[in-house]
């Protein structure tokens, strides 16, 4: 597993414990794998550069300016099934919720 796929939140949790004081320390991201046989998967990586930091808090500034200016757009996908606002959303403008790639 590599490390990347959890970035904003690894990234997040190093930002928060360095404003708490806490010294740098290696990132791991323990992950189930259920199948027949049950087991577990660990990954993780060094703390993370400036570069790194500054990337994460740019997305995290712009999520938050979204949420701010109420800008939600939808992004359709597995989750929906069991979304709680599933019946909401149906009743949108089919425009609003096509996504374009």
């Known amino acids: 597993m590599a490390a990347f796929d959890h970035e904003l939140q690894l990234v997040s949790y190093q930002l928060l414990l360095e404003s708490a004081g806490v010294a740098e ?17 660990r990954g993780g990586d ?10 994460v808090v740019a997305m995290l500034e712009t999520a938050v300016e979204g949420i701010a200016a109420e800008r939600f757009h939808p992004q359709p996908g ?24």
């Open 46 to 55: 060094s703390p993370s550069d400036a570069s790194r930091k500054a990337r």
């Open 25 to 41: 320390t290696r990132m791991t991201c323990g992950v189930l794998v259920f199948t027949r046989k049950t087991r577990s998967r």
């Open 78 to 101: 597995m989750h929906c099934s069991w979304c709680q606002y599933h019946n909401e959303r149906r009743q949108w403008p089919r425009s609003l919720t096509t996504v374009t790639r």
